[in-house]
């Protein structure tokens, strides 16, 4: 008999390695709590050109709220992980970090409806995707 997993995915259909590689390795102890992952998106909305003093843009605001969008959509997952840490990207863009047993996986932010995601796993090779709309990728499975 087979049952038919409805739990929501976080990277939708496509990206389930992603998700089964989170749940396998143990993610969760050390992660950063929802509330604190949005209250850093917010406080980097107010960094400005040459942030790091090395010539790093500011962060676009456009692009902190659709990863504060994102993150609410997940936060309402049953089985989400929150990001190990959200931190700004040299070119403007915002970067979601998980990390654990080994495993990274990224998720960059770079317009307002897409992102790209990165999974390493140790002995194998790095994974790649687009998430495209970015707001279709907290979906349920059929």
Not at 18 to 34: K, N, Q
Not at 72 to 86: F, G, I, K, L, W
Not at 93 to 100: A, D, F, M, R, T
């Amino acid at each position: 008999m087979s049952v038919t997993d409805t739990r929501p995915r976080l990277f939708g259909q496509t990206g389930i390695q992603a998700e089964a590689a989170l749940t396998s390795v143990g993610w969760g102890e050390g992660h950063a709590d929802w509330d604190g992952l949005i209250d850093d998106l917010l406080r980097y909305r107010g960094l400005r050109e040459d942030w790091d003093g090395m010539g790093a843009s500011a962060i676009r605001p456009e692009l902190a709220d659709a990863a504060i969008r994102w993150l609410q959509d997940m936060r309402r997952t049953e089985r989400a992980v929150p990001p190990s840490r959200v931190v700004p990207g040299r070119d403007g863009e915002v970067l979601l970090e998980w990390q654990g047993a080994g495993c990274y996986l990224e998720v960059e932010i770079a317009t307002p409806d897409r992102a790209e995601w990165m999974l390493v796993v140790p002995g194998q090779a790095a994974q790649h995707q687009e998430l495209s709309p970015l707001s279709g990728h907290v979906e349920w499975a059929r």
